[in-house]
């Protein structure tokens, strides 16, 4: 079953967002008119630059390139990090159609075509990873026009994953500049930069970055380049990231039960106009990495619902349908918008009582705890945690400060930057903490 996205042209009006803890940043190079740094200083041989406040209000226009192959949690990560910031992030499909095929089943419907920006001049151009996503990337001459003339021009670009050796490896645009890549690249960067393997590695105007697991910290990255630290700061600590990039996470479990299923596992991940995009991408991604079946569902009256940060997903189904399978577990997306109409869908909350009663899990993370499970009951003699703003509505704030709560057959968690440790610790309870770690390594998210 595929996941269809498709992300119109719309900047929302309130931002929220974290800090990536590891950042390496080379030297400086001259911004553009938006961007002039008020000052800088030089620490152990790296130079960090300050910049203006003046910045932060000001619009910055970004292209994020999307192809078939794409990896979806990159390019979702990318955007919606950057939309909070405030951005006018247009995504452009480099394929003859705005959908393409992402990796995982996933499906993005971009705003237009690349070829239709050919003349249009960006702040920034981030490219996604994934493969065969970078090669086609890669192979469109316009792409690779816009981002030539973005290099000459001293304006940012950016790639993750396999896009920096894949694509702008061979474009002659990392030649004198430190990069990094995903580690199975590495070798492939190496005859067209210095290869680093840095998490996220800033040298000069261009940023790179080395996979799913550090894409969150590069999109704050970039934040940070085009609007300066304020303003990462203030769209990075909404978001809940960890400061311990690259090492082994944890979950917090209580009252330890095993979690069971025949053959595979079948999960449900509703979504409703105003879920949180990355956390709803997140979660389905990993999860059918781990081979889960994954059903998504949508509780509004079409398939096509309106994330938070105005990416339209498209359901594999209706909750009608889907409500006449059971499920080995049951899971919810954040989003404020798409908490409060989880908890107004009659169908979803007798589905996940029943999934209580039946002593099936069900888990759910950011607003939907406090928003979805508390109001119905679902918490009742249950530890859990939810996003650090909405915690005062749980009954019990026994275990808030856990980033990831697994209580018997409840799983909770914070907020986009836990998203990762709470779809890994449901593959951990599932098919075990090896199996989740292997899936953590395979994506960056710990050190491989």
Same mark, same amino acid.
């Given at each position: 079953m595929a996941l269809l996205l498709q992300i119109p042209l719309i900047v929302p009006p309130r931002q929220l967002g974290i800090i990536p803890s590891r950042i390496t940043t080379l030297r400086s190079a001259p911004r553009n008119s938006n961007t002039i740094p008020s000052s800088s200083s030089l620490h152990n041989n790296r130079l960090f630059v300050s910049v203006s406040p003046t910045m932060a209000s000001t619009t910055q226009k970004v292209l994020v390139p999307i192809a078939n192959g794409t990896e979806p949690m990159e390019a979702v990560i990318t955007i919606d990090v950057l939309r909070r910031a405030g951005a006018d992030v247009t995504v452009g499909s480099v394929e003859n159609q705005p959908r393409v095929d992402a990796a995982h089943a996933v499906n993005i419907v971009a705003d237009a075509l690349v070829s239709d920006y050919s003349n249009t001049v960006f702040d920034l151009i981030a490219l996604p990873g994934g493969m065969p996503g970078a090669t086609n990337l890669r192979d469109c001459a316009v792409l690779e026009s816009l981002v030539k003339k973005q290099a000459a021009d001293g304006r940012l670009y950016a790639a993750v994953c396999a896009s920096p050796a894949v694509a702008l490896g061979p474009w002659g645009v990392l030649k004198g500049l430190k990069a990094t890549c995903y580690p199975s690249f590495m070798e492939q960067l190496a005859p067209t930069a210095t290869a680093v393997e840095s998490r996220v590695q800033v040298d000069g105007?261009?940023?790179?970055?080395?996979?799913?697991?550090?894409?969150?910290?590069?999109?704050?990255? @970039?934040?940070?380049?085009?609007?300066?630290?304020?303003?990462?700061?203030?769209?990075?600590?909404?978001?809940?990231?960890?400061?311990?990039?690259?090492?082994?996470?944890?979950?917090?479990?209580?009252?330890?039960?095993?979690?069971?299923?025949?053959?595979?596992?079948?999960?449900?991940?509703?979504?409703?106009?105003?879920?949180?995009?990355?956390?709803?991408?997140?979660?389905?991604?990993?999860?059918?990495?781990?081979?889960?079946?994954?059903?998504?569902?949508?509780?509004?009256?079409?398939?096509?619902? @309106?994330?938070?940060?105005?990416?339209? @997903?498209?359901?594999?189904?209706?909750?009608?349908?889907?409500?006449?399978?059971?499920?080995?577990?049951?899971?919810?997306?954040?989003?404020?918008?798409?908490?409060?109409?989880?908890?107004?869908?009659?169908?979803?909350?007798?589905?996940?009582?029943?999934?209580?009663?039946?002593?099936?899990?069900?888990?759910?993370?950011?607003?939907?705890?406090?928003?979805?499970?508390e109001p119905h009951g679902l918490l009742k003699g249950k530890k859990a945690t939810a996003f650090p703003a909405l915690c005062n509505k749980l009954s019990d704030q026994s275990e808030v400060e856990n980033r990831v709560v697994v209580d018997g057959n409840l799983i909770t968690s914070r907020g986009p930057g836990t998203t990762m440790e709470f779809a890994l610790g449901i593959v951990e309870k599932l098919f075990g903490r090896e199996k989740a770690l292997e899936l953590a390594r395979a994506m960056l998210f710990i050190r491989p």
């Open positions: 105007r261009v940023v790179t970055s080395r996979g799913p697991g550090t894409t969150m910290e590069f999109a704050v990255a @970039l934040v940070e380049q085009l609007y300066g630290k304020e303003k990462a700061k203030e769209v990075s600590m909404p978001l809940v990231m960890r400061s311990n990039h690259g090492d082994e996470y944890a979950i917090t479990e209580l009252n330890p039960v095993e979690w069971t299923f025949d053959d595979c596992p079948k999960i449900l991940v509703p979504i409703a106009n105003g879920t949180e995009e990355m956390e709803a991408v997140m979660i389905i991604d990993i999860l059918r990495r781990a081979k889960a079946n994954v059903v998504v569902a949508s509780v509004e009256d079409k398939l096509e619902i @309106l994330a938070s940060r105005n990416v339209k @997903l498209v359901a594999d189904v209706l909750l009608d349908e889907a409500a006449n399978l059971s499920y080995d577990l049951i899971v919810l997306p954040g989003g404020l918008g798409g908490a409060q109409a989880f908890a107004n869908s009659e169908k979803l909350m007798n589905l996940l009582k029943q999934q209580r009663e039946s002593n099936r899990p069900y888990g759910a993370i950011c607003a939907s705890p406090a928003l979805v499970l």
